[in-house]
């Protein structure tokens, strides 16, 4: 059950090792059903998780507007990141788009790196692949047109395409559901000619 969780950390620091009795101790399965939340905006976020099965959307509301950020398929990070170290109110809400089992990963955990050789400089990486991965998100917000950041999706990761919902999937690119069919109409209709 924990390897989807080793196996990230070796995404990180492929050398790095820790005592499964001082982490397992303190991780958490959670069972997400489709529709629920694993946390919402206000709440503050006292885990970082790590889907094991299933898709979440992480998202947040403007004017009753929601407007998606990221899609969590398997072996993928989530949470509020900021709520879990300050211990604020989340800026966002993390929901199940699909039956899913998220790991939990708490306080004590991250207490366990800070203490554990090369635990820091985890530590250390993980942060930076979190901000890299938010600059990215925020240049093709503002560089790319729906059209591009739609080829993206289809290019990095065609199978999550088969498994959002269209009106989630619009939410994420930034452009109404009527938009998103005449979008991939365009874009399959070039494909084809």
């Known amino acids: 059950m924990y390897e989807p969780f080793y196996e990230f950390l070796r995404q990180f620091l492929p050398e790095f090792k820790i005592d499964a009795t001082l982490v397992e101790p303190l991780l958490e399965s959670r069972k997400v059903y489709k529709g629920e939340f694993l946390f919402q905006e206000g709440d503050v976020c006292d885990f970082v998780g790590l889907t094991l099965s299933g ?36 800026c966002f809400s993390c929901q199940a788009i699909e039956d899913s089992e998220v790991l939990l990963i708490s306080h004590q955990v991250f207490h366990v790196f800070e203490v554990v050789p090369d635990g820091q400089k985890l530590l250390q990486l993980h942060a930076e692949s979190l901000a890299f991965m938010l600059r990215d998100k925020l240049l093709s917000l503002f560089r790319d047109a729906p059209e591009q950041r739609y080829l993206n999706l289809i290019q990095n990761e065609p199978s999550l395409l088969q498994r959002i919902p269209q009106y989630y999937l619009a939410s994420y690119l930034g452009i109404e559901p009527e938009s998103l069919s005449r979008l991939k109409r365009r874009v399959h209709g070039h494909k084809v000619s």
């Open 55 to 90: 898709c979440l959307r992480t998202f947040f509301l403007k004017d009753t507007k929601e407007f998606t950020l990221f899609f969590h398929p398997e072996h993928q990070l989530l949470g509020d990141y900021e709520s879990f170290r300050k211990q604020r109110s989340a």
